[in-house]
């Protein structure tokens, strides 16, 4: 080829490559500044912006990048479309405004950031960048959380409580709290630093990855939708995921397991987990546990902060490991403390069925004497009545701490002053004939009354009260006497002290006249008025149907309600009445059983008839759609007046049906929220004295 040529080819290929180079290389000033009309759309937040360049219609390149902090807060925002174009900003404050979305993912300096108080805000994202600080207070509608790969070393989540989706790997978390967070699904946070991941109850979380973390523990115990742990690379020295029924997917390498064999603790169906050499499966289930006793935190000089409830296993092989499950602990002051007597508090500790290791539940309680008795504080003295020579005065003084508090003491007659000798000569005879007759009728003696200062209240088990009698017209002594002294006993002085649970009268009485108040003494466990069984508790116990425990101190009312002790109240609510047979047919139900003759009558009463296997099984728990029928049954099957149950979970076919339908007519059960009845649900001794309280006023009219 001609070296002419090919020189004018070369000429021409650099000449296109240059104009290519002026065409593709921008030069550092062909950015054009910024108008905020186009680039704001939200009115409000454009407002801020013209505010805060001088009002200007432009904003320069220069102006962009400078800007490093920019506080929008309580502007009334519904979009910060625009807000991207801030690069450079370090910190951000959008807090309480109603926007709906935040993604600040292009603003990639950013360290701070407030988005607290926003109402609206359902989806936050900043994916990797430098953020160190946020503040999401009080953003309850917000469902996402995306922070990916960014420097947090702390996150406060509590108020978010309707967050379902939180993502925060790569970060620097000590610690994760989602104990508020009922509506999260899907958590991942690992390549953390995190020691303590607490995940109370979170009744929809399927999944949790937390690799590479220092973690030496996780309770997953109230997560009963968990379907995927990846747990691998942490600290762990032992993990137990025995309760989490439904897990597909376990991943749970890298950690120490410095425990015999390096155990993992699954559920039954361990089958679908991959078995690895870093440990070893053992399947435990409710029956391989044995509840020990309650482990209350604190003690009784200052209170109890928190209750577990301790199980033990004994799976063979396994009797030494035992664990400790947080119960929901609930502080209640019962009585608040007087001038005279102490208050007390009661603490309960409550676990479900669900997280009960042995699938019971259970609930315990502990009394303390506190706070102490406050002691009078008395005002200054009154004088309600002078002395005379012929009467005594009295003066009181009212306690300062409580009013109806009042002390009343007598003021003695008056002395009279005598002359040494007489002014005047007396005469030596009457100066007038006495007439023959009085001159007028003698006064009638005023009518003894006495009064109490109560006629009715309640008392709990093991506290006291004082009555005071204001007696008129007799300097008598009153006479206390109580009805039952076994329920409530009273003293000398109108002290009367709770024993049992119950209802007495307490009787002051003097000189022929009496004054009556009605006691109702309370269980230690049912005496808020606010709980639903409250009422008919305390009915049915004054009427004799139902007893307590504990020397009928507690009625423990979350405990699971046996056959016996139902077709026993069934019994008692009838009045007890004489069953016509004497022997019992059932093999399993003895003579010397307090159920005995229930039993009988029961049977009689086409109640019930026990089980296909001929027994009658007495210590079996009472579900509630037996309950409802038994209720049914006695009150002589009648045909209720609608053929459709408006549960979802009660069906034509099944043997209750029309024992539900007729118990809901009547008032008698009401259904969860979910429309549901759950007919195999453990009846409870709560539920049970619900449904004979509504029997008894419903169907017997009382």
Not at 404 to 412: E, L, Q
């Amino acid at each position: 080829m001609n070296k002419n040529l090919i020189s004018r080819f070369l000429a021409s290929i650099m000449a296109v490559a240059a104009l290519f180079a002026i065409v593709l290389i921008p030069a550092k000033t062909a950015r054009a500044d910024v108008k905020i009309e186009d680039v704001f759309k939200d009115p409000n937040f454009r407002k801020v912006i013209y505010e805060l360049f001088d009002n200007r219609d432009e904003i320069t390149d220069e102006e962009i990048a400078n800007l490093k902090k920019l506080d929008v807060s309580g502007c009334n925002i519904s979009s910060l479309e625009g807000l991207e174009i801030f690069t450079g900003l370090e910190e951000l404050d959008v807090s309480n405004n109603p926007i709906s979305v935040l993604n600040t993912t292009d603003i990639y300096h950013l360290k701070k950031l407030n988005a607290s108080n926003c109402p609206d805000l359902k989806t936050l994202e900043q994916v990797d960048g430098f953020l160190q600080s946020i503040d999401i207070t009080n953003d309850t509608k917000l469902t996402e959380l995306i922070l990916p790969e960014n420097y947090l070393t702390k996150i406060d989540l509590n108020s978010c409580t309707a967050l379902e989706k939180v993502v925060i790997l790569n970060n620097k978390l000590e610690s994760i709290d989602l104990s508020n967070l009922y509506n999260i699904d899907f958590l991942r946070c690992e390549h953390n630093q995190i020691e303590k991941l607490i995940l109370g109850d979170c009744p929809k979380l399927e999944y949790i990855c937390a690799d590479d973390n220092l973690l030496t523990a996780i309770d997953t115990t109230r997560c009963p939708e968990l379907k995927t742990l990846e747990v691998c690379d942490n600290k762990f020295t032992a993990l137990d995921v025995s309760m989490n029924i439904k897990l597909e997917e376990l991943r749970a390498t890298g950690s120490d397991y410095n425990i015999p064999n390096k155990k993992i603790y699954v559920p039954k169906d361990s089958t679908k987990f991959k078995k690895n050499d870093d440990y070893t499966f053992v399947s435990l289930t409710t029956v391989d546990w044995v509840r020990q006793d309650t482990e209350w935190i604190g003690d009784e000089e200052n209170g109890y902060t928190g209750a577990n409830i301790v199980y033990k296993c004994r799976y063979p092989g396994e009797e030494d490991y035992e664990v400790h499950v947080p119960s929901v602990f609930v502080m209640k002051i019962m009585q608040y403390p007087t001038c005279v007597d102490s208050g007390f508090t009661i603490y309960f500790a409550n676990i479900d069925s669900g997280v009960a290791r042995d699938g019971k539940e259970f609930s315990d309680d502990k009394t303390l004497p506190a706070p102490p008795a406050k002691g009078h504080k008395w005002g200054e003295w009154t004088v309600v009545k002078k002395a005379t020579v012929d009467e005594e005065g009295s003066k009181t003084r009212i306690c300062l701490n409580d009013p109806s508090h009042v002390d009343t003491v007598s003021i003695p007659k008056l002395t009279p002053t005598s002359t040494p000798k007489p002014t005047v000569k007396p005469s030596v005879k009457p100066t007038v004939k006495p007439t023959s007759k009085p001159t007028a009728k003698p006064t009638a003696k005023s009518a003894v009354s006495v009064k109490l200062d109560k006629k009715s209240d309640s008392l709990v088990c093991g506290k006291s009260l004082t009555l005071k009698a204001t007696v008129k017209n007799s300097k008598g002594k009153v006479i206390w006497k109580s009805s039952d002294s076994k329920v409530a006993k009273v003293d000398a002085n109108g002290k009367v002290t709770a024993k049992k649970g119950g209802t007495v009268s307490v009787t002051a009485t003097v000189a022929g006249k009496s004054a009556v108040c009605k006691i109702t003494v309370l269980y230690k466990d049912v005496s808020n008025t606010k709980d639903f069984w409250y009422a008919p508790t305390n009915y049915l116990t004054a009427a004799g149907v139902v007893k307590g425990y504990d020397k009928q101190t507690k009625f423990k009312p979350a405990n699971d309600c046996t056959r016996a002790q139902m077709v026993t109240f069934l019994w008692r609510l009838q009045g007890e009445p004489k069953p016509k047979a004497s022997k019992c047919k059932f093999p399993d139900v003895k003579s010397t059983d307090y159920f005995y003759k229930p039993v009988i009558w029961a049977v009689e009463q086409g109640i019930t008839t026990g089980y296909s296997d001929g027994k009658f099984k007495p210590q079996n728990v009472c579900t509630r759609a037996q309950t409802v029928t038994f209720l049914w049954r006695m009150a002589n099957k009648p045909d209720p007046k609608t053929t459709k149950c408006k549960f979802t979970d009660v069906k034509k076919k099944d043997y209750f049906y029309k024992a539900v339908i007729w118990a809901s007519e009547k008032k008698i059960v009401a259904g969860y929220e979910d429309n549901t009845f759950k007919p195999q649900g453990m009846c409870l001794r709560r539920q049970m004295v619900t449904f004979l309280y509504k029997y008894d006023k419903f169907i017997n009219n009382k």
